[in-house]
């Protein structure tokens, strides 16, 4: 019984909510399929938890763009400061978007860049194939196919983020 009571507590306390499918790229092609899912902890207590996960073509992308940029749709990774709040990743509204999302470029896509699958830069190329997202970490940006997506993550070794972000806090009474 005492199990019964374990196992019906922990399935409120950390629940998936339905499964949301984005249509930020339908008009992108079918390659690219975009859904985002919103997991909670501790769901309907004061320090209810939301965590943003970001699924591209059936993989679930890990945490470590700051953005990712599909179409006019702007995904940006959020950190949690508190125990409640949100973090992971998140649509934002076209007012809060703090990256231009018609960035394009005058020159044109390298046939190297093509096969390889992504590339290098802010701005979007000529002749970039139209379901190709843009995402943004630290100190780089990349134009990438959702198919290369683990390509690229393996060549760069992009560091990975940490969903929460825990500060000591200092007695100022010593």
């Known amino acids: 019984m005492r199990i019964i009571a374990i196992i019906l507590a922990l399935s409120f306390l950390s629940c998936t ?7 930020c790229c339908k008009e992108q092609g079918p390659n690219v399929a975009i859904e985002h899912t919103i997991t909670y902890t501790r769901k309907g207590s004061r320090s209810e938890t939301r965590h943003g996960h970001l699924i591209i073509n059936g993989w679930e992308l890990p ?3 700051t953005y990712v940029i599909c179409g006019d749709r ?6 949690r400061t508190n125990l409640w709040g949100r973090d992971g990743y998140f649509p934002q509204k076209k007012s809060e978007s703090e990256i231009p999302t018609n960035n394009w470029s005058k020159n044109s896509i390298r046939e ?12 979007r190329l000529l002749n970039t194939p139209f379901q190709w997202i843009h995402v943004k970490w630290g100190r780089g940006n990349a134009h990438v196919s959702p198919e290369k997506l683990k ?12 969903r929460s972000k825990h500060y000591t806090i200092k007695n100022k009474n010593r």
């Open 74 to 79: 702007v995904y940006k990774f959020y950190q």
């Open 112 to 123: 190297s860049d093509l096969l390889k699958g992504w590339y290098m830069g802010d701005k």
């Open 17 to 23: 909510s339905s499964q949301n499918r984005d249509a």
């Open 151 to 162: 390509h690229m993550l393996s060549d760069l070794k992009i560091e990975r983020i940490p």
């Open 63 to 65: 945490d470590v763009f």
